[in-house]
Every structure is written in C-alpha cells, then in structure tokens.
C-alpha cells in the first residue's frame, strides 16, 4: 500500500539556521505530493503541492521538488524563524479508484526554532 | 467564509456513550473527510464522502458512522465511546479530488474515560 516516510523529529534549531525535513513515498502510478503545516492548537493548513515529477511547489521562503527518480519529497528553508516553530506533515494522494483518491500522511515532524 | 467549522471544541465523554462532532463548510467542496490524530501516528482517515449522499470507509472507520445529507455538513457519530477513541479529529474539505488541496478545522479534542 501507500506509504510516506518522514525524518523522526523533534527537530530544534536556532534562528536563521537551514531547514531540511526528509520525505520519502512509496506508492503506484503519479501521485501528487504535499506538504502541510500544523501550528500549536489549530487545524492543519497547506503549505505547498507538487502535482507532476520535477515540479517544485514553494510558499513562505518553504520549497520542495517532486524527485519521482528518489521517490522524495523534501522540505527546505533557508533561514528559519520563531514562528516556524510547528509540526510538519508530508503526504501524498492519488486515485484509488472509480472517482475516489486516497490521500496518506506521514507521521509529522515536529520543528522547533529557538531565538 | 468561515471555511471548516468543527463543533464542540473539547469533550469529555465515559465508556459506552454516544456522541455526534459536527463538521460544517462554506465552500461547497464536494469532498469532505473525517481523520484522527494520535502521538506518534500522523493522521488517519476514519470516513470520507464524496458528495451528499454517498460515504466510505476509509482506514479506520470501526466504531464510527457519517452520513452526508447536504453539501455542507458532514457529521461523525461514535456509536459506545471507547477509551481508544481518545483522540483530536479533524474533519477536512477538499473541492476536488487529486492535486487539490485539503481544508482542514480547528479539531474537536475527545477524551473518553
């Protein structure tokens, strides 16, 4: 079955430090790949797609490259801040049949940026 | 808009109970899921719709029903709370199907005792 991989947080870093968060997929056909963002106590909100190999999705100084060769997905940012400080998500989705998709996180990795 | 509205915020239910979360959106997004998130184990989909009317299960749905008679709402219902239901749910709308992104609600946060 599907499956998305993410690197085992937590994850600390300072301020103004690179940002990498390893994603891998396993999964049949073209799915397309994503990356969400959780803060403390809200709901999970999107942070950027990817819908075809070598696209790159990017939002918020955040960028990703849809590797198909690597089956990868991975988070960068160059100079993190305070208010990054979150939990991330990685997932993909793709079509399960008929008119229905399938969409499969990761289990979340939590950044945490300190001054 | 309000976008994904989820009702009660927080909820504190004992063994055996039934409940209903009500999930709500604006958007008319056909496509509207229920997940649930636990430490350790990302999100997991308990039951999705794809337009009113028509509801499936997704990756974990024992112990939980939907139904889908508009558009716009999509509740949960926990049929006897189990402890193993302690849980934050989220239900997410989505206006099409692959490549489209997910909007999700602010989470109902359930302990079952």
């Known amino acids: 079955g599907d499956s998305v991989t993410q690197m085992e947080g937590p994850v600390t870093l300072s301020e103004e430090a690179f940002l990498t968060i390893n994603c891998t997929y396993t999964a049949t056909g073209y799915p397309s790949l994503f990356w969400y963002v959780q803060y403390p106590g809200e709901g999970l909100q999107l942070l950027l797609k990817?819908?075809?190999?070598?696209d790159k999705g990017s939002n918020k100084g955040f960028e990703a490259t849809y590797r198909k060769e690597t089956t990868s997905f991975h988070l960068e940012k160059g100079s993190v801040q305070v208010s990054d400080s979150a939990v991330y998500f990685c997932?993909?989705?793709?079509?399960?049949?008929?008119?229905?998709?399938?969409?499969?996180f990761g289990k979340g990795t939590l950044l945490t940026v300190n001054p | 808009n309000a976008g994904v509205t989820q009702t009660p915020k927080f909820q504190v239910l004992k063994t055996g109970q039934s409940m209903t979360l009500q999930c709500a959106q604006d958007?008319?997004?056909?496509?509207m899921s229920w997940y649930r998130q636990d430490p350790g184990m990302g999100l997991r989909l308990i039951h999705y719709?794809?337009?009113?009317?028509?509801?499936d299960q997704g990756e974990v749905p024992n112990g939980y029903n939907v139904s889908r008679s508009t558009t716009e709402d999509f509740p949960l219902r926990l049929l006897s709370a189990a402890p193993s239901q302690t849980s934050v749910y989220f239900c997410?709308?989505?206006?099409?199907?692959?490549?489209?992104?997910?909007?999700f609600g602010p989470g109902t946060r359930l302990t079952v005792t």
């Open positions: 958007m008319n997004h056909e496509y």
């Open positions: 997932a993909l989705s793709r079509p399960s049949g008929g008119s229905n998709y399938k969409l499969t």
């Open positions: 719709s794809v337009g009113a009317g028509i509801t």
């Open positions: 990817a819908t075809k190999a070598d």
């Open positions: 997410a709308s989505s206006y099409g199907q692959q490549g489209y992104e997910q909007y």
